[in-house]
């Protein structure tokens, strides 16, 4: 790759008296808060169904045939909760198209439930579904709140521009139970009155962990009653989190930077987050990334580097025993994400490299980037003393610069 003749580290991250492209994707704290908001009413009613059917005995109902026909007691039925995703990551930005781009909050809804003996939940994964999209349709009608059916979970469209979803989880009665007692010891609390610190605990205190193979994700299509899989999104949550402490900071902000492109790029669709990240911390792994904490331009373009070939290759999930891939895409999708990785590794090389024009830099950046990338010439920097010399015009001719919702920076 040719070397870096220009460093537009402050464009990228800036500092606290100028303006950045990390400044200007970030999700800004009135959504983060409107989206707390809702999922603490949402939750709320979901809690409250759930009590209710404990309470009118109504458990059996929500059964799988299988657990009905082993002549079991009714099931247990508690409910708790746990953010995941990009904001529990902290790598949530704000998308670049909105609408159809939208913000989002991840919250897993985890029962505890009775199991069969061959592990699986005696609750039936259509069943969990119908009583969490029940419990919540009065409050979003009043809200004016939509519900929306995916696959694997329920998702609450607050607006055009944000919305959440409820990924649904079984636990095993005895798995929980153990969970709790540790918690108690730990800090004395209980899984309801710790809720809003188990992110944090659950970082200090690997005790406080499921074993994963006892986490199941419920699905609704398979069968009349839906399905259930293995999943623990705690597990690569905490491998991310591993990688943050071992690259520090600046891999969290690459892989904001990166999801930042995604969106720009991609109306819809697009690389997924968690195959995006997974792929940057390789980058950091595998050693493509030598750049220090005070060079994320650098390092932009090292990632970028790497990224079409990364993107070619099956990108496997990190903490799955058998080998899984995050990048399933068909021929077509695969073609077109390259072909972007591809442009982007152009661009961002052309604007830091083979020339001594600050303007040119800031250009080529908003070509990749998006106007969020600040006009601003004045924070980039040439390695060398700007020759005295008259660029020609195909040199600083650009593309036309394709405009996002949002135009301004910061």
Known sequence: MTASTMNAHALFVGANTSESYHQAILLPDRTRRVLLQADRKLRTAIRSAAQDAVRYGKQMGLAT?????????????????????????????????????????????????????????????????????????????AEGWTIKEKNTCVRVELNQHMHIDFPLYAIPDDAFEALENSLQDIAGETLVTASSRMMTLMDRHRTLRIPSDRIMLAIRENGDEGSWIQSDPRSLHDWFEEQFRRYGPQLRRQSRYFKGWRDFEFEKG?????????????????????????????????????????????????????????????????????????????????????????????????????????NRPDL???????????????????????????????
């Open 380 to 410: 980039v920097k040439a390695h060398t003393k700007v020759p005295e010399i008259s660029a020609p015009a195909a040199i600083v001719s650009t593309a036309p610069l394709r405009t996002t919702a949002r135009t301004t920076s910061g």
């Open 65 to 141: 045939n299988a657990y009905r026909a082993a002549k079991q007691s009714p099931p247990s039925l508690e409910v708790r909760f746990l953010l995941q995703g990009g904001l529990a990551y902290d790598t949530a930005v704000e998308p670049a198209l909105m609408p159809p781009q939208q913000s989002d909050r991840d919250t897993g809804v985890y029962v505890k439930t009775s199991f069969l003996s061959r592990q699986e939940p005696g609750l039936a994964a259509k069943t969990f579904f119908k009583l969490v999209e029940d419990a919540i349709r009065p409050l979003c009608n």
């Open 270 to 374: 697009g690389p997924s987050s968690v195959a995006l990240m997974v792929c940057i911390a390789n980058c950091y792994r595998e050693g493509f990334v030598t750049a220090d904490e005070g060079r994320d331009d650098l390092a932009f373009l090292q990632v970028a580097g790497a990224l079409p070939r990364l993107l070619d290759k099956p990108i496997l999930n990190p903490v799955l025993d058998v080998p899984s891939a995050l990048n399933d895409w068909d021929d077509l999708e695969r073609s077109r994400y390259q072909n972007a990785a591809n442009a982007l590794r152009g661009s961002v090389s052309e604007a830091l490299s083979g020339h001594y024009l600050q303007e040119l830099t800031v250009k080529r950046l908003q070509g990749a980037l998006g106007a969020r990338v600040p």
